[in-house]
């Protein structure tokens, strides 16, 4: 249901600011399209790390399940240094898928943020070339400028909970 409200939040802010301003929806054809292939490589690029690193978790699960199980034996035969390097070596590859999908994510966190930085600077732009002309009011132009924010919040909020799904889904 939030996907749906923020779709239909970014479709009416849309159409608000493109009432005071028609030129502004020339500006955000370019950059939806720029989401949308930033969409499409973080998603793709998710699901496998997000599959690595349930194949790498796999093996760290299972030495622990086995070392618990046979703690008396190893104890009696001294391996127990052995048992704690072969730990050592499934936790290290389990953190690493685990810190490329941590990475994975904070880039595109800081894509959306560029994207939604572009979207508010061509509203901006779009305003301040229509004020000189004399056709906006001041208080459209702060309307249009304060929804341009909210576009940005309900757009990454819509597409961080899509590409969640979709990785979860692995």
Not at 75 to 87: I, K, T, V, Y
Not at 116 to 121: A, E, L, P
Not at 138 to 144: E, H, K, N, R, T
Request: with cysteine; proline share 3%.
């Amino acid at each position: 249901t939030w996907f749906i409200m923020s779709m239909l939040r970014v479709i009416s802010i849309c159409s608000v600011i493109a009432a005071i301003q028609p030129v502004f929806l020339l500006g955000l054809l370019p950059i939806f399209k720029i989401y949308h292939l930033a969409r499409q490589n973080y998603r793709c690029t998710s699901r496998e790390l997000q599959r690595i690193e349930s194949v790498s978790r796999s093996p760290l699960y299972s030495h622990c399940a086995e070392t618990i199980d046979g703690a008396p034996t190893i104890a009696a035969h001294g391996d127990a240094p052995l048992f704690a390097r072969r730990f050592r070596s499934h936790l290290r590859n389990n953190l690493r898928a685990f810190y490329a999908q941590q990475l994975c994510e904070t880039w595109f966190s800081l894509m959306l943020q560029l994207l939604g930085g572009c979207i508010v600077g061509i509203c901006a732009l779009s305003m301040v070339l229509t004020v000189r002309g004399g056709g906006i009011s001041a208080g459209l132009v702060g309307l249009a400028l304060s929804y341009s924010n909210n576009i940005v919040i309900n757009l990454n909020g819509m597409i961080f909970d899509w590409v969640r799904a979709e990785t979860r889904m692995v």
